[in-house]
């Protein structure tokens, strides 16, 4: 498998949140970024957009970007909207895995079917202009964290993070073992056992009374 493919594969065994267990230095998008289709789960290396007030950089954005790629577009957090039914539909013909718009989206009652994993911080009828180039595949702000081009994109029920692309193949490693740990715990809450026979509580406890260094961990 190449390498996307080998990301693809570790993190379809993962959720967001286990992955902000395995490394707390994640970086996680505003939640203000709502899904507003009908599948909220994308994964994919961000091609970045930044154009405010102006869809065309989106249109440059859509016919560039490669199969697979998430449109990561910073528009500034401003409630005119920067795509469409017609975006999402070029998108979804040319393969592109999702697309975030840190600005507002419009077609709403076709987006709201649509499979194209699509985010948007508003909606609104009232699209930008047409007139601006748009900046492409440089550092962008979207849901205030800073987002380059080929960083790793998931996005799932719980969020939105973004991953450096160098170290992503290691955390979505380390958090496929905190999903293995969490399914011991859900086997034995199940059995019935109560968490103090799953976690260090007691242990966990007196450490923390103490004033001694100590954390919360599965003995499952």
Known sequence: MNDQ??????????DTSAICDA??????MSTALRC???S???????????????????VLAIEKASPGDVLVVDGGGRETALAGELF??????????????????RDLAYIATCELPVYSR?????????QRLGVLNEPVSCGG????????????????????AATAEATLRAAVQVKVAEARVVQGLDAGQPLRALLNVEEHAARLAASEPTSLRITA
């Not at 493919?5 to 993962?14: F, G, I, P």
């Not at 508003?122 to 047409?130: D, K, L, Q, R, Y």
């Not at 964290?145 to 450096?164: F, K, M, S, Y």
Request: proline share 5%; glycine share 8%.
């Open 88 to 105: 999402a539909r070029a998108a979804l013909a040319r393969g592109i895995a999702g697309i975030i718009v840190d600005a507002a989206y």
């Open 145 to 164: 964290v800073t987002v380059r081009p080929g960083d790793i994109v998931i996005a799932d029920h719980d969020g939105i993070i973004v991953l450096d």
């Open 122 to 130: 508003h909606t609104s009828p009232m699209a930008g202009t047409a």
């Open 36 to 38: 507003r289709s009908a």
């Open 23 to 28: 490394a707390k230095e994640t970086r996680v």
């Open 5 to 14: 493919s080998s990301l693809r594969a570790l993190a379809s065994q993962v």
């Open 40 to 58: 909220p789960v994308l994964f994919g290396p961000a091609f970045t957009v930044r154009c405010q007030d102006d869809i065309f950089g989106l």
